[in-house]
């Protein structure tokens, strides 16, 4: 078995060419995965994607949405309930308990809007700074990044950052990446993530970054 490659940091013309190539390949579109049409249902959407696949979180909100069709309907829901209802997303105890709770305060503080500030968003139960930011560049358009774990693999593999904790990648990247790239690099990098580099057998010699990327098998 061959030694693991050194990564070394990406340099700003790097860093550039790989936008491009990004830009190129998956274009400049903004694309949501989890399906919802209200800030809060993409919001509740968000806090049971923790763990679980978007895919799974879209079998389960086609029927959650429709079963609680207002704010009102999740802030008086019966807990257990609700634990049945998102028993499949995984850790449902705490997704439910959190779910009721957001909607009461959403209700209660901001007349049932989300709130588009990242301080007020992470004071929400179940909201960390990925959650916040899902919300912030998909709801209200404004520049932030989303640490997920494709995120997180391959921009370490780029050269991007060498650190483990989401928030200090984010930092990273918010350094090294065009402000106006940083939603599109979420979407971008989730694409590349789920299609060719994936985790468990990466499609490297399929891949229109293998050139610039230090840990291509190519």
């Known amino acids: ?124 139960p179940g909201v960390g700074r990925k959650t916040a930011n899902v919300i912030r560049g998909n709801i209200y358009h404004e520049p932030s990044i989303v640490v997920d774990t494709h995120v997180k693999r391959i921009s370490k593999k780029f050269g991007f950052t060498k650190e483990d904790d989401p928030d200090k990648i984010e930092q990273d990247l918010m350094k090294i990446l065009p402000v106006d790239q940083w939603i599109l690099y979420n979407i971008q990098i989730i694409t590349l993530g789920r299609t060719v580099c994936t985790a468990r057998s990466p499609k490297c010699e399929q891949c229109t970054l293998r050139a610039l990327c230090p840990s291509s098998e190519v």
Request: glycine share 4%; aromatic share 10%; charged share 25%.
């Open 1 to 124: 078995m061959g030694q693991k490659k050194t990564i070394k940091k990406a340099t700003k013309k790097q860093v550039l060419e790989i936008i491009d190539i990004l830009n190129d390949t998956f274009g400049k579109e903004y694309i949501c995965y989890l399906n919802h049409e209200t800030p809060w249902q993409l919001l509740f959407a968000t806090i049971l994607s923790a763990q679980c696949t978007d895919e799974r979180v879209n079998q389960v909100t086609s029927k959650l949405f429709v079963k609680y069709p207002t704010l009102e309907a999740f802030a008086n829901a019966d807990v257990s309930e609700m634990e049945r209802d998102i028993f499949s997303t995984g850790f449902y105890k705490n997704k439910a308990r959190n779910i009721i709770r957001c909607a009461q305060i959403l209700l209660l503080e901001y007349h049932g809007e989300v709130p588009r500030e990242i301080e007020k968003l992470v004071k929400l």
